[in-house]
């Protein structure tokens, strides 16, 4: 049974990445495999040897011996802790895109656009990469990547140059959240589990971080994507911006930003302190636009239409790219069943044996971040590993899951988001972007080993 449910995961997994072969949305193959896996489970339970307690990060101990009642209830419970975790990201990720999108509705990001006034491709290039870097470690990186490629849009009319811009961005956005403990989930849970602190990780991994994104920017600027000059866009000659789109771009971003301190202030999920912020946001939305305080009731957006009004919050909530935010709940879901039955544990303390330099092993776990979830990788790690907070070994580890998922576009839920949103092909990333970041990678890791060798 535990063959047939790995076979069942690669053969989705290859439908998601030849899903323009294919010619069938990645979230089909994501979200069928997710059901047949968790089927699978169910009706194997009885005969698995292992299951893995997510929870505390460890194997439950004596699992074989348990009665079927036992093992089914541990499944439903299993089950439930899975969808409540991966329930957190989704509706962290809803409510960051609807603020993004009700900054959107008003032209908010004029603002930015704005202050971009050359039209170097090269210049544009290092501009976007520097903004990734910073802003992924204060708004997360798919945030930073939502708000960046919304602004990219606006900037940039052509597609296929459009496409090497978000490429990179996502580079440095991954790049940007691996020092930050808000700046990509992993970080967040190695920070929660009280593996590293806030002061130590942006110490040992600013630097490598860095340069993870530099030299690959740095490369790229030479390369013909990146020479010349833009071309006038048609929306460049549209009329002025809306006067509100300043007060919603500052609003909307001071939402983000707070997030994480309704967190450490509260001690609740991040998701819940995303829901006040896009309260507060839409409730100025909706005064800003004159419009009647209704979400959900289609009557009465139907009144407010005749009237010439429109709901922002009921526009930007119809615009969300529901088909990705279904796609990372199938990719997210699909390897916690291989977690749940230890397999990913037992891979990874395999590995261990078999090459006992622990550095290595690390590196490992970055290049398998870009290929399965990172985030069931780092779990695996804090249970493979028992050192002190602040050791190298878990600051390592959150440089490597964090930026190791570039390499591959559905390695990270920023290359998730701007596949979504610029619909990038699997096999383009990796023909075009995936050197580029596994540069990066190398570099930043060799910098890091040399840090920690010589401090």
């Avoid at 597609?159 to 440095?172: S, V």
């Avoid at 290595?360 to 695996?380: E, F, K, Q, R, T």
């Avoid at 190791?404 to 559905?410: A, K, N, R, V």
Wanted: proline share 3%.
């Amino acid at each position: 049974m535990e063959t047939l449910i790995i076979i069942i995961f690669i053969l989705g997994y290859l439908a998601i990445t030849l899903e323009h072969n294919l010619k069938i949305d990645k979230l089909i193959p994501a979200l069928a495999m997710m059901a047949v896996l968790w089927a699978l489970v169910a009706f194997g339970i009885e005969t698995f040897p292992n299951w893995f307690d997510s929870a505390g990060h460890k194997l439950v101990e004596g699992f074989s011996s348990f009665s079927i009642s036992e093992k089914h209830h541990l499944l439903e419970e299993t089950l439930l802790h899975h969808l409540g975790k991966t329930a957190e990201i989704l509706f962290f990720l809803l409510g960051a895109m609807t603020i993004v999108e009700i900054i959107d509705y008003f032209d908010g990001f004029a603002t930015f656009k704005n202050y971009i006034k050359t039209k170097s491709k090269k210049k544009l290039l290092w501009i976007f990469a520097f903004l990734a870097f910073i802003l992924s470690a204060i708004i997360d990186n798919l945030t930073a990547t939502i708000v960046l490629i919304t602004i990219l849009q606006k900037i940039i009319g052509d597609k296929n140059t459009r496409l090497w811009f978000a490429g990179l961005i996502i580079i440095a956005a991954n790049a940007g959240g691996a020092w930050s403990p808000i700046g990509d989930v992993t970080t967040t849970m190695l920070w929660i589990g009280k593996k590293v602190t806030t002061a130590k990780l942006i110490e040992y991994l600013i630097i490598p971080s860095l340069l993870c994104m530099v030299v690959p920017t740095f490369i790229a600027s030479f390369m013909k994507p990146f020479k010349g000059e833009l071309e006038k866009t048609e929306e460049e000659d549209s009329t002025t911006q809306n006067k509100y789109g300043p007060t919603m771009l500052y609003l909307g971003l001071s939402g983000i930003i707070f997030v994480p301190i309704f967190k450490t202030i509260t001690h609740l999920p991040p998701y819940v302190g995303m829901m006040l912020s896009l309260s507060v946001v839409c409730v100025f939305a909706e005064i800003y636009s004159r419009s009647k305080f209704s979400i959900s009731h289609a009557v009465e957006q139907e009144g407010d239409d005749k009237q010439g009004h429109h709901s922002p919050v009921h526009q930007s909530l119809s615009k969300i790219e529901l088909p990705s935010v279904l796609f990372f709940f199938g990719i997210l879901m699909a390897v916690a069943s291989l977690e749940s039955l230890g397999m990913l544990f037992i891979g990874a303390e395999s590995l261990k044996t078999i090459i006992p330099n622990t550095d290595i092993v690390i590196m490992l776990l970055g290049v398998g971040s870009a290929v399965v979830d990172n985030v069931p990788l780092v779990a695996a790690s804090m249970g493979m590993f028992q050192e002190p907070i602040d050791s190298h070994i878990w600051h390592f580890i959150a440089f490597s899951a964090g930026t190791g998922g570039s390499m591959l576009i559905i390695g990270s839920a920023a290359g998730v988001v701007a596949m979504g949103m610029e619909k990038i092909d699997f096999f383009w990333y990796f023909k075009k972007i995936s050197w580029l970041a596994a540069i990066g990678f190398v570099v930043g890791a060799a910098t890091f080993l040399g840090l920690t060798a010589i401090f």
